[in-house]
């Protein structure tokens, strides 16, 4: 019995032993230490992730939103007819006609039409403006020498040559307008034929017109109903 108790004292002063440290100052210390300490230790931890700027996070999104819209390939017939019909206005654009060339069919007639309403802007431009010029110069020279000057201008008044020549400014002005309008109107022309032609198909071969004799039966005029057929023509258009 001795014994036993004996090893127990010997174990039990083993494992304290193993708990303990000596420094070499003799002091004693505890190698385990307490849940209550262990709380107490905070361990810092630097934050190295970098903060992205908003000009990233814009770029982030708008990627993100890109790859869930599915792209779709174009075949090479898809491109060449997009091709074509960019090429078309663009050769409106830097040369008035040139697309209608290019998308041939009425172009004989296109062409001229383009360049007539342009070159009649432009000479109802040079009129007024001629004009502008004699009346400034005719009012100038009277309101300076208190005189007439252009003897054409005799009969005119003052207040006739001020209306006149406000006219001739503004008609002067408006011409420049119709001169872009019809500029602009021949790249639209030019664009929009050609999506006609090469997008969708207009052509008279996918149209079908048919006009025919018929027979119709109802009130000959407004005022009294007849029985009688009424001969006349009918209209069919068929789209293939």
């Not at 998308?103 to 109802?124: E, F």
């Not at 008044?157 to 500029?183: E, F, H, P």
């Not at 664009?191 to 090469?198: A, E, F, G, R, T």
Request: hydrophobic share 40%.
């Amino acid at each position: 019995m001795h014994k036993v108790i004996g090893l127990l004292c010997a174990i039990f002063i083993f494992f304290v032993a193993q708990g303990q440290q000596v420094d070499p100052k003799g002091k004693v210390a505890l190698k385990t230490t307490s849940a209550l300490d262990s709380t107490k230790k905070v361990t810092t931890v630097q934050d190295t992730t970098k903060k992205e700027s908003r000009r990233e996070r814009k770029r982030r999104e708008k990627a993100e939103e890109e790859a869930k819209i599915p792209k779709i390939f174009k075949d090479s017939t898809r491109l060449a007819i997009e091709a074509k019909t960019v090429t078309a206005w663009k050769r409106s654009l830097i040369l008035p006609g040139w697309g209608q060339y290019t998308n041939k069919g009425l172009w004989w007639i296109k062409v001229p039409a383009i360049y007539g309403g342009l070159v009649s802007t432009a000479l109802v431009f040079e009129f007024n403006h001629r004009y502008y010029k004699e009346f400034i110069k005719e009012l100038d020279y009277r309101f300076k020498h208190n005189e007439k000057d252009n003897p054409d201008y005799f009969g005119w008044s003052d207040q006739g040559l001020i209306r006149a020549k406000d006219a001739a400014r503004r008609d002067r002005d408006l011409m420049v307008l119709l001169t872009v309008g019809v500029y602009g109107l021949n790249v639209v022309e030019a664009y929009v034929d050609s999506m006609l032609k090469n997008r969708w198909s207009v052509s008279s071969e996918k149209v079908a017109l048919k006009i025919r004799p018929t027979i119709l039966l109802g009130s000959s005029n407004s005022f009294a109903y007849s029985a009688a057929p009424n001969f006349g023509f009918k209209l069919s258009m068929t789209l293939k």
